[in-house]
Structure formats: structure tokens, C-alpha cells
């Protein structure tokens, strides 16, 4: 058994050249370093989710499965690894919810695979820079708002939390997410 | 020119996975089309992609690594089973249907009052989920309605007009409880929408009136 340690941080470009190694020839390594730094930090978004501990792991192992799987499908041009791969976790959480739901539900269907074109000269500048742009703009917002926005990707659970936290009714978190948007959109238009 | 889109919030329920699986399909029909809303949910995706980033690392079990390792030579190993090709019965519904709707059944028209038609849309992904497609005669008038709790409304062919403005093929109707609307097909042909409500039981107001026996039957 490996002892696994933590990545503490990964550039966009290593992460990139990391995927593009496990895409062409497999490379464990560096699914390894990917593993280390998001596999934690998937956890950390499937809890935040409301889901336990062990569902968490679980899910963070099925999200790095599909990192794997589907490494070909990943285009730097299209999307950061860290974009690409929050999509992917977006994507089993909802699977996992309707299972939830539903334990009898259809399983044919892999909420992943979304249809995927090449990436036009136009959209590749868009993506390299899109990562940057957002960035920025959620650094330049109030704590507070950014702290609203990053609720808002945990779902209800975690807004309903954030009210309570608060002390604030879950209709205010609702209406102070909309303001956050706002000044978030006012942002980004004035990078572009 | 598309001029009616959802609104930030719900681009951003969109994208963080958040929104019930009705209305997604719904906007993922309006995002398809409109490249506005396709680069603003890139933002919004983006934006999920620097939260990642920015979590604490939670600790993950001993040996997680090689458990999941062992998983992927395991799967390796077992010869894939290919997908059995989904059995889906689809309508003839007379318009060629977005890419979003090829998981889900379609039934065939119904009539539910003078001049309007609705066809059940199954997801495979949330068969309880409420979503419809609707065929309005032109010049016909929808009986004024409020409803509970949002409701998403892309039209599809056609158009319709209400006080809110004039909705054309590409545009989403977005309309909360507080919205009273009636809206008026244009006269210049038949118009054809999908719409989703939110919440699976929430059917009050026009919604419950005119499809709560046709969803419960």
C-alpha cells in the first residue's frame, strides 16, 4: 500500500501536461499527481454536497474514474483540468442524487458524456482566457459574495446551512445570491 | 436573434448541477442554441473549476490510490458490455427535436382544451420530472395562468406574444409564481413549446387546471 501525500497546489499548465500523459500513454504517474491533488478536493465538494464521509469518497473515486476513462476526451483548449474535472463531479452528484431518488433507475445512461465538438480558433483563445477572467472577477468580489456564490454550487442544503450560519432566512441568501451575480456579471463584462 | 434567455440564476443552477432535472432539459435546449448563454455557462463552469481549486483537501482513506487502481485494471480486464440500445417510443410530433431530448420518450399529441395539444416528455434521467411539449393553435389564446413554482418555456416553432414581449423560436420564457401571464400565439401559424415546471407535485394554477389529470393519468 502507498503512502499518498497531498498536492498542496498544481499550475493549469502541469495539470494539462499531466492529463495529456495519461490521455497518450497512460501514464500512472501522473494519474497519480492528478489523484493527489483533486481526489481530496473532490471529497471536499461531494461534503459540502451534503453527502457522508464515506458517499463523499466514494464519489470522489468514481469522479477520478471517469478522469481516467474519458482523459482523451479532455481539450486544454476548451477548458481548464480543473473546469473539465468540476464538470465531471457536477455530473456524478447529480447521477448519484437521482439514484438517491430512485434505486431502480436506468443506469444506461453516463451523465458525462456530453457531446463534445472541436474547439474553433475563436473558442480556444475564449477558453485559454476564460480560467484567468473568472478568476480574477471572484477575487474582486466582497468576501461575502463570494462566499454566496460558492454556496450556490453545494445546492440547497448548503444555502439552507449558510442562512442558519447567518441567521438570515433562506429567502435572503436567495436574493443576496442574485445580488452577488450582479456585480459578478458587471465584473466580467469589464474584463472581457 | 434570441432575446429572451434564462436568467443568470438559473445559468448558474445550470451549470453547477443544481437545477431539477426538468428544467434542465429545458435549458439545455436554449443553451444549445444560443451562444450568449453557452459562453455565460462557461463562465459559470469556469467558476466551479476555481472553487474546486480553492477547497480544503479532505482526507481520504489509506490505500484510496490503489483501491481505485485496482479498479481500473479490473474494468480493464472485463471486456466492456456494450449499452443495450434504449427502447424509446417516440411520437411523430411533427418537428425535427433538439439533441437535448434524444434520452427521452415522447408521447403522442393529446388534446387538452380548444386548440392546444400537449405530448408527455419522459426523461431517462428523471421519469417523474415534468416536462412537456405544447402545440398551440395560432391566433390561440392560453387561459390566463400563475403557477407555483418557476416555469421554463423555449419555443420551439411559432410564437406567441404576452405582455412580457413577443417569444420566437430560440427564446425562453422564464416565469416565476409572481408572473401573471396569458400569452397569445401569433396568427401567422401554430406555435410548439417545451416547457418544464419546477418541483414534481407543485401543480396549481394553469399547470394543475389543465394537465394535474393528464400527468396523473
Not at chain 1, 454536497?49 to 468514481?62: H, I, K, R
Not at chain 2, 443544481?18 to 467558476?47: K, M, N, Q, S, Y
Amino acid at each position: 500500500m502507498t503512502m499518498r501525500k497531498q498536492e498542496t497546489s498544481l499550475s493549469a499548465e502541469e495539470g494539462a501536461r499531466l492529463m495529456a500523459a495519461v490521455a497518450g500513454e497512460r501514464n500512472r504517474s501522473a494519474f497519480a499527481k492528478l489523484f493527489d491533488y483533486y481526489a481530496p478536493r473532490l471529497k471536499s465538494f461531494m461534503m459540502r454536497s451534503g453527502m457522508t464521509s464515506p458517499v463523499a469518497e466514494d464519489l470522489a473515486q468514481e469522479t477520478m474514474l471517469l478522469v481516467w476513462k474519458k482523459a482523451s476526451y479532455f481539450d486544454p483548449l476548451r477548458a481548464g483540468v480543473s473546469t473539465w474535472i468540476f464538470t465531471i463531479a457536477r455530473n456524478v452528484r447529480i447521477d448519484r442524487l437521482r439514484r438517491e431518488g430512485r434505486p431502480s433507475a436506468a443506469d444506461s445512461l453516463d451523465p458525462s458524456d456530453e457531446p463534445e465538438e472541436p474547439a474553433s480558433a475563436e473558442a480556444s483563445i475564449m477558453a485559454a482566457e476564460r480560467d484567468e477572467r473568472v478568476r480574477a472577477a471572484i477575487a474582486m468580489l466582497p468576501g461575502e459574495q463570494a462566499e454566496i456564490l460558492r454556496m450556490a454550487y453545494f445546492g440547497d442544503k448548503a444555502q439552507s446551512e449558510i442562512a442558519r450560519d447567518l441567521g438570515i432566512p433562506l429567502g435572503t441568501v436567495k436574493s443576496r445570491t442574485r445580488l452577488a451575480l450582479n456585480r459578478l456579471r458587471a465584473i466580467l463584462d469589464d474584463l472581457v | 436573434m434570441i432575446k429572451h434567455h434564462p436568467s443568470d440564476e438559473t445559468l448558474l443552477r445550470y451549470a453547477s448541477g443544481t437545477l431539477e432535472a426538468g428544467p434542465r432539459v429545458v435549458v439545455a435546449i436554449h443553451v444549445g442554441d444560443c451562444t450568449a448563454c453557452a459562453a455565460r455557462v462557461a463562465d459559470f463552469e469556469a467558476l466551479g473549476g476555481a472553487f474546486l481549486d480553492d477547497l480544503p483537501a479532505e482526507k481520504l482513506g489509506d490505500g484510496a490510490f490503489d483501491a481505485l487502481m485496482s479498479r481500473i485494471d479490473a474494468d480493464a480486464a472485463s471486456r466492456a458490455i456494450p449499452a443495450q440500445p434504449r427502447r424509446l417510443s417516440r411520437a411523430e410530433v411533427g418537428i425535427r427535436l433538439p439533441e437535448a431530448l434524444d434520452d427521452c420518450e415522447v408521447g403522442p399529441w393529446r388534446w387538452i382544451g380548444p386548440g392546444v395539444r400537449r405530448s408527455r416528455v419522459t426523461l431517462a434521467d428523471d421519469p417523474k420530472a415534468n416536462v412537456m411539449l405544447l402545440k398551440v393553435a395560432a391566433g390561440r389564446r392560453l387561459p390566463e395562468h400563475t403557477h407555483s413554482g418557476f416555469e421554463y418555456t423555449q419555443v420551439l416553432k411559432g410564437s406567441f406574444r404576452d405582455a412580457r414581449g413577443h417569444y420566437e423560436p430560440g427564446d425562453m420564457d422564464e416565469a416565476d409564481s409572481e408572473v401573471d401571464h396569458q400569452p397569445v400565439v401569433d396568427e401567422t401559424g401554430e406555435c410548439i413549446c417545451i416547457a418544464a415546471v419546477e418541483g414534481g407535485i407543485r401543480l396549481r394554477g394553469f399547470f394543475g387546471r389543465m394537465f394535474q389529470p393528464l400527468f396523473s393519468a
